[in-house]
């Protein structure tokens, strides 16, 4: 199963400190550009939800958000630490207009160099001409002009987004020509809702097999890639939601919630200190 979880600038609204480690914090302040940083930072805090709700859901373990980690490979990727341990977790991130998403999706043979999950977030929005014409394949634009006119921003910018996610999946990202993986989007009526599979094909050999899926949502096209036949769970998780199924029954409590995780936070930081 791969999990995933998106999160808006607006609900972020606690301080860096809170929730980053002493090595985060000085990759965060080390930012000259206030966007880079921003998004770096929601990137993080969202990650870091996915993980703590995954993990409370797997091991009911409320882990603090300051013993986990993310730093990037060489190569740019992420990855997660848990106390100071490599996890062994595919992880992606992307931002897009004061959003980020977030996947996750277990790496069961625990290889730091396996393939194997991509994630992108679009804003939906008219695209110039050029885009298709210079980086999309021949098939990729005539699905294009296939599309109505009301459809084609959402076309168009679903493509570019599963491109994306095909990319990161195999760690190659926009270093790549785009035109090297191809994209078959069925058509549609409506803007599916829900994760629905769309086809990848690249233009060289892979070892392993690569699904797709994407939907719509709140404005953005979602695209996820995964190197198995996973898909994304339906309903994503975040850690309020699996302590109102442990006993917070109503929204009246809700304050309940963040209190109990921001004593877990402190309660783990204390212990960290001291180990």
């Known amino acids: 199963m791969i999990h995933w979880l998106l999160e808006s600038a607006q609900n972020m609204t606690e ?83 004061q959003h980020a998403l977030c996947a996750v999706h277990q790496n069961l043979e625990g290889l730091r160099d396996l393939r194997g999950l991509g994630a992108d977030l679009e804003y939906i929005e008219p695209r110039e001409d050029y885009l298709a014409r210079d980086y999309f394949t021949a098939r990729e634009q005539a699905r294009v002009d296939a599309s109505t006119p009301a ?3 959402l076309v168009v910018t679903a493509i570019w987004s599963a491109k994306e996610a095909a990319l990161k999946a195999i760690h190659k990202g926009l270093s790549l020509d785009t035109r090297a993986v191809e994209i078959s989007l069925a058509l549609f009526e409506q803007a599916p809702a829900q994760w629905t599979r769309f086809e990848i094909e690249f233009a060289f050999e892979q070892a392993e097999t690569f699904s797709g899926w994407w939907r719509a949502q709140a404005g953005f096209v979602l695209t996820i890639v ?48 001291r180990d």
């Not at 980053?20 to 990650?47: C, P």
């Not at 302590?243 to 930081?269: F, M, P, S």
């Open 15 to 97: 301080p860096p400190e809170a929730f980053l480690s002493a090595a985060e914090l000085e990759i965060y302040r080390a930012f000259r550009f206030e966007k880079r940083r921003s998004d770096w930072l929601l990137g993080r805090w969202t990650a870091k939800r996915l993980l703590q709700a995954v993990l409370l859901q797997e091991t009911n373990e409320l882990l603090a958000r300051d013993a986990l980690e993310i730093f990037n490979d060489a190569d740019g990727v992420p990855f997660a630490m848990i106390r100071s341990q490599r996890a062994a977790w595919n992880l992606s991130i992307s931002h897009s207009n």
């Open 226 to 273: 995964g190197a198995s036949d996973d898909a994304p769970d339906e309903f994503p998780t975040a850690p309020e939601v699996l302590l109102l199924e442990l006993g917070v029954k109503n929204d009246q409590e809700h304050g309940i919630v963040h209190r109990r995780i921001a004593e877990t936070t402190r309660h783990h930081a204390r212990h960290s200190k």
């Open 151 to 153: 459809q084609r921003d």
